[in-house]
């Protein structure tokens, strides 16, 4: 039974790291925004219900794919059965939680009856006993499991709810248009995991759905690698200790912002997820938080001033909307300046931080970009960007995405991004490198 006891929940910060200095008549304003929870803060009150045990009480739904497809090769819907069982062990007690199966149609697997069962030894085990009749058939239409997590999940008592989806081919049972309105139902609503199986699924689905519910994608090539994958999504899940949390941003009259993107530990444009929150104050979803730490670069246009001014150009702070429209302060804020100077040292220097991140959100962007071409036919075009991305990887050691890179070009030259494209590229390795095309690597400060 959910209590309203205080929790233990993280402490924030907030960290700004920025080169303030503009020349005279300069207007833009960039910063690197970095945001960390740690455990065993005292904020507690307000922040919803709790279990027993003083954690935050949550609610789980697992999407699994059943169309015909999960049938080839056979042994897709059996790793599929035990990834889900798997996910199913790693609940903690007392979390709410569906199973889910997915075809043209979405099917309640357990408990059934549009209501969520309470983990617990006996309930783990009746799940993974309704889990071992799932069979294979029909067609795909993500949408309507979406929906249906979303009921379920909305029915419980929960301050966190979060879907897990797995879907091994493209969504060809529904519009667009039909999932794009699921996703905008669902948003703000719970966060969820996506997760292709094998090389027969559409990436921008799988990372669409992934962006638009704040939660993470992947790609699991081998399907015997879904338990271990499953296992660690669902343990990052339930590390999470506070849900729906905002980044609100303030600017002083005449100015803007131009943008406010997530880059670290993957970069997503949060600019058009704005919630207006009072006079010149604004609200950036940013989904749940355990016990971790993000970057976010935010630029704002300033009024041009003259020499030796100084100002505000924005605050930032931590808050969980509630229902009634108020928001919980989570008690942590940074701030952000602009200083005009006619030192032009001080004006043309970048701070690391910005230029760091500046770069890799340039290497997600070419990345797409050097694919799509490829996919085209434009092989140049495709070698020009992908060559670019070689260089950035490089420059910012960012050496996962260079070994993916790696495995669809050969290169030449990482200094110069002096490439060739492979004649023969693995289509696993293809989707991998533009599924994980938006992963950073973070900063040394």
């Known amino acids: 039974m959910a209590n309203f006891a205080k929790p233990s929940v993280p402490r924030f910060s907030v960290d700004v790291y920025q080169n303030e200095y503009l020349p005279e008549g300069g207007r833009e304003v960039n910063a690197i925004v970095t945001v960390t929870a740690t455990g065993g803060g005292t904020l507690g009150g307000g922040l919803g219900p709790v279990a027993a045990a003083g954690r935050p009480c949550a609610a789980v739904a697992i999407m699994v794919d059943c169309s015909g497809s999960m049938d080839y090769p056979p042994t897709k819907m059996r790793n599929a059965r035990d990834a889900t069982a798997a996910a199913v062990d790693t609940l903690r007690d007392g979390t709410h939680f569906a199973v889910i199966a997915g075809t043209h149609v979405a099917t309640e697997v357990y408990p059934g009856g549009g209501r969520l069962a309470i983990a617990d030894p006996a309930t783990r085990a009746a799940a993974k006993q309704a889990l071992s009749r799932l069979t294979s058939g029909g067609g795909t239409a993500i949408g309507t499991w979406l929906r249906l997590a979303d009921r379920l999940l909305s029915s419980a008592d929960a301050t966190l709810r979060h879907g897990i989806l797995l879907t091994d081919g493209r969504n060809e049972h529904e519009s667009p248009e039909e999932l794009r309105a699921a996703l905008d139902a669902c948003a703000g609503r719970f966060t969820c995991d996506a997760r292709g199986v094998g090389t027969d ?42 849900a729906d949390v905002a980044l609100r941003v303030w600017t002083p009259v005449g100015t803007a912002i131009r943008f406010l993107k997530q880059v670290a530990p993957a970069v997503e444009d949060l600019t058009g997820r704005r919630a207006e929150a009072g006079p010149r104050a604004g609200d950036y979803p940013t989904g749940s938080w355990g016990d ?7 630029c704002v246009e300033v009024p041009p001033a003259g020499l030796g001014r100084e100002m505000l150009a924005a605050r930032v702070s931590l808050v969980v909307p509630q229902a009634d429209g108020t928001a919980q ?20 220097a970048i701070s690391p931080q910005v230029a760091h991140y500046t770069g890799q959100a340039e290497l997600a962007h070419v990345i797409k970009q050097g694919l799509d071409l490829r ?18 990887a490089s420059a910012s050691g960012n050496a996962d995405t260079a070994k993916l890179l790696s495995k669809v070009v050969d290169v030449v030259d990482a200094a110069t991004g002096t490439v060739r494209l492979k004649t023969r590229v693995a289509e696993a390795d293809e989707m991998t490198l533009e599924t994980r095309s938006t992963k950073t690597v973070r900063v040394k400060k």
Do not use: N
Request: charged share 25%; glycine share 10%; net charge negative.
């Open 292 to 298: 971790e730490s993000r970057d976010y670069h935010l």
């Open 201 to 242: 699924w559409e990436v921008k689905e799988v990372t669409g759905i992934a962006s638009a519910l704040l939660g993470t994608a992947d790609i699991v090539a081998d399907p015997a690698g879904l338990a271990d994958d499953f296992t660690r999504m669902m343990e990052t899940a339930m590390g999470k200790e506070v």
């Open 375 to 392: 996919k085209a036919g434009d092989f140049d075009g495709a070698t020009a960007k992908l060559g670019r991305a070689v260089q950035l």
């Open 329 to 348: 302060s989570l008690g942590a804020q940074g701030l952000v300046r602009a200083v005009w100077t006619d030192d032009m040292a001080a004006s043309t």
